[in-house]
């Protein structure tokens, strides 16, 4: 049950991986591109941001849920392996992991908030770097998991 758990949990976190790169790609800094010389990147780019916005909410919050149930799990099974084997930095950054998922869970209301409200300046420049916010967080969570997964994951 906890390995097809993990999988799901896994699944959601791709999912919202790609929706809030999109969207933070799609904020970033305009650049005028000449006709006829779109490319890649610039397709990527040029998605409407804010019909990401509920999708990244929910994906967020479902995937946090999904980690917290897997979290006793973790505890049990994983930590006392890492710290039986004097991985201290595994630990670590799985504590920082932990405490990114809360500050982004605060951040959700906020960012809601900006993508829903008209795009003023003020509130451009300050969906940007909020959205840039949660995109780090969710790379980097999603990078910490995978990786405490490769060292000892759920069997």
Do not use: C
């Amino acid at each position: 049950m906890i390995v097809a758990l993990l999988i799901v949990h896994g699944l959601l976190a791709v999912a919202l991986l790609g929706a809030i790169t999109h969207q933070a790609l799609s904020v970033a800094k305009a650049v005028p591109i000449p006709a006829g010389q779109r490319n890649f990147v610039t397709k990527f780019r040029s998605v409407s941001g804010a019909s990401y916005t509920n999708a990244i909410v929910i994906l967020f919050i479902v995937t946090s849920i999904g980690g917290a149930l897997l979290y006793p799990q973790y505890r049990l099974d994983i930590r006392s392996t890492l710290e039986d084997l004097n991985l201290r930095a595994a630990n670590g950054i799985f504590e920082i992991k932990e405490h990114l998922a809360a500050i982004g869970l605060g951040l959700l209301p906020a960012y809601w908030f900006l993508w829903r409200q008209s795009s003023g300046a003020a509130h451009l420049t300050a969906r940007k770097y909020v959205t840039w916010i949660l995109a780090f967080l969710v790379w980097w969570n999603f990078l910490v998991g995978h990786i405490l997964n490769n060292i000892k994951g759920f069997t």
